[in-house]
């Protein structure tokens, strides 16, 4: 546990019941949104690798040109 993770939990301690399970809940939701956030991340890999390869490719083949704002 980080110093600044026990320090809050230090703090935490001394709230009133009530606002300890404020901020549990907070946490935990906090904690399971970033759960959900790594499995699309994960999800979003593959398809992302394909694209990247495909645009290397498309450089290599003399496909893509670099343009200007102005240029477009």
Known sequence: MTPLLEK????????????????????????????????QFEMTQQPLEHWAAKVRADIQAGRVHRKGIDEL
Do not use: Y
């Open 8 to 39: 809050a939990i230090v703090a935490i301690r001394d709230l009133p019941e009530s606002e300890q399970n404020t901020i549990a809940t907070l946490i935990m939701a906090e904690i399971a949104d970033e759960g959900q956030w790594e499995k």
